[in-house]
């Protein structure tokens, strides 16, 4: 295996925080929770891995970071901004700002042409080889320019014919391109779907734009929940996989959601996304000038596993913005400038990315490997006990990133059932070129993991590491560079040992706040 990761990092140096010799160099000088346990069959949810899909379905999502949480770890999307125009308005988007609903308001991007964004996807391609996925989620609304929209698909799918092709969309103008989309082979569409009564959705969308003509209030939601459902029912007649987004707007559809997870499932949706309303009034929307909150950690949570049943929930979502490159947890768009794009010489090596992601694929088997050997250590235990850990990764399933570099904690459950994947809490970066920032700490990352019992790093100071443990958050360096999902695992049955030998308390802990506003990447 050592010396196929060397293999691996010298066919490209993805600055993706991914440096798998250097891992292996560290696993080697730091003996961490060693091998333990495995699971075996992943968790439901996102989580689903091969042997929970069908063979058809796995092929589809298995290298889709949004379709698959497990691949998530490994593997990279990126975003074109080719469509400004939206055919609808929503309460939560500043017109500013990139589509909302797969975005983030409060950062621009750069529109480009197809042509551009065609050189653009080769150029990422080329310097990321574990991206695998294109996809058009604005700054507008896809499908209100369609053009441009399927001119970038016509153009990505005769140079780069490996990346698969992916969309986003309120839904207005769906059932319209339904046969163009599976035309392009495309296998993955996400539509976002906030309501399915019009009395709620007349209090999301001021007003849409439909065949020539503006409709406000009940009768607009009326047409756009018609549509929408017309699109799915459209896409999943094709076999397309749909994921429906839905923003969480408390006091508004938060109890709503439930019954569209119903309507949505009895469709044919694949996945449901629900994300928290991002709102501040430095945003410039309706709800962020009117005060409308987003949801706390336990409510989105809570509603999240009030969802869970049959169908799929994503819960690994960035809000990611329109022209997002990398793996989700990470922004690399700076690096991918229009003018940058333009000056580079760009040869696509199809041959190259290929050995790239197979031993992407050992690597990832690995982990999975390790997860199941880990969970058999758990076999036959009853214990009604949950914890939530949080994580500090750079990629590729391991605990290693420094607890001063994370600009975001994932977020694990631990159970009797074993590790599962819940959620992430973007923070404040804690380390300020060699100094620790307090009020980082204290006002954002101390909040965002408050109802955390422990933080796994690879590398924490003291300083912090005592004012976590004030705050009673057990900040943990023993599984450095390990796999995540292994070392939760083994935290989790060691945590149970010290409960039944006294040693300690098992307590609840509190709610943790989302943060708002926006990410600027690094
Ligand atoms: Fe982009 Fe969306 Fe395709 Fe993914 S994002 S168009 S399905 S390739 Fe993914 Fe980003 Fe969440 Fe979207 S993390 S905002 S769900
Ligand atoms: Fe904004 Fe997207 Fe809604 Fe259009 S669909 S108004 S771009 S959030």
Not at 72 to 101: F, G, L, S, T
Not at 266 to 277: K, T, V
Not at 457 to 476: T, Y
Request: with cysteine; charged share 20%; glycine share 8%.
């Amino acid at each position: 295996m050592a010396s196929q990761i060397i293999a691996l990092s010298s066919i490209a140096t993805p600055n993706n925080g991914v440096d798998l010799d250097e891992i292996m160099q560290q696993k080697a000088e730091h003996q961490g929770c060693g091998t333990s346990g495995g699971s075996g069959k992943a968790s439901c949810g996102t989580g689903a891995g091969q042997g929970d899909l069908a063979p058809e379905i796995w092929e589809k999502v298995k290298n889709h970071p949004c379709y698959s949480e497990e691949a998530h770890h490994h593997y990279a999307r990126m975003h074109v901004a080719v469509a400004p125009a939206c055919n609808i308005q929503c309460n939560y988007c500043n017109r500013k700002y990139d589509c909302a609903n797969e975005s983030r308001p409060g950062v621009v991007s750069e529109k480009l042409t197809p042509e551009q964004a065609a050189k653009k996807v080769l150029a990422v391609a080329s310097t990321i080889p574990q991206m695998t996925v294109l996809g058009i989620a604005g700054p507008g609304d896809p499908l209100a320019n369609p053009e441009k929209t399927f001119k970038t698909f016509e153009l990505i799918s005769k140079t780069a014919p490996d990346i698969k092709l992916c969309l986003s969309t309120n839904g207005l103008a769906l059932p319209d391109h339904v046969d163009t989309i599976a035309g392009f082979n495309v296998d993955h569409v996400t539509i976002t779907i906030n309501m399915v009564d019009a009395d709620v959705g007349a209090q999301i969308y001021p007003w849409i734009y439909y065949q020539n003509k503006r409709y406000k209030g009940r009768e607009a939601a009326q047409i756009l929940t018609d549509r929408q459902m017309q699109g799915l029912e459209m896409l999943t007649e094709r076999g397309i996989l749909c994921k429906v987004n839905s923003v969480m707007i408390p006091g508004i559809n938060d109890h709503h959601l439930v019954e569209v997870n119903r309507a949505v499932k009895s469709r044919g949706a694949f996945l449901h996304n629900i994300m928290p309303l991002i709102s501040a009034p430095e945003h410039g929307t309706v709800f962020g000038l009117n005060g409308q909150r987003g949801p706390t950690a336990q409510e989105l949570k809570g509603l999240q596993d009030s969802c869970e049943g049959e169908m799929n929930m994503m819960r690994h979502c960035r809000q990611c913005r329109a022209d997002a490159v990398g793996l989700l947890g990470e922004d690399r768009s700076a690096e991918f400038t229009t003018e940058a794009v333009m000056a580079m010489d760009v040869e696509y090596d199809l041959e190259s990315r290929k050995a790239y992601q197979s031993l992407v694929e050992q690597e990832r088997q690995a982990t999975v490997d390790a997860k199941r050997a880990e969970l058999e250590t758990l076999a036959g235990e009853q214990s009604d006990v949950k914890i939530l850990i949080a994580v500090a990764t750079k990629g590729s399933g391991r605990v290693n990133e420094h607890f001063g570099h994370a600009t975001e904690f994932q977020i694990y459950e631990a159970s009797a059932s074993g590790a599962k994947f819940v959620g992430h809490r973007r923070v404040d970066l804690y380390c300020q070129g060699g100094y620790g920032e307090e009020e980082a700490l204290e006002t954002t990352i101390i909040r965002a993991i408050n109802d955390c019992t422990a933080v796994f790093v690879a590398k924490i100071g003291g300083c912090p590491k005592a004012s976590l443990e004030a705050a009673g958050i057990d900040a943990v360096d023993r599984y450095a560079f390990e796999y995540i999902e292994q070392s939760v695992i083994a935290y989790y049955r060691d945590y149970l040992d010290n409960i039944r030998s006294g040693a300690i308390v098992h307590g609840q802990r509190g709610d943790a706040e989302i943060r708002q506003g926006a990410y600027i990447a690094a």
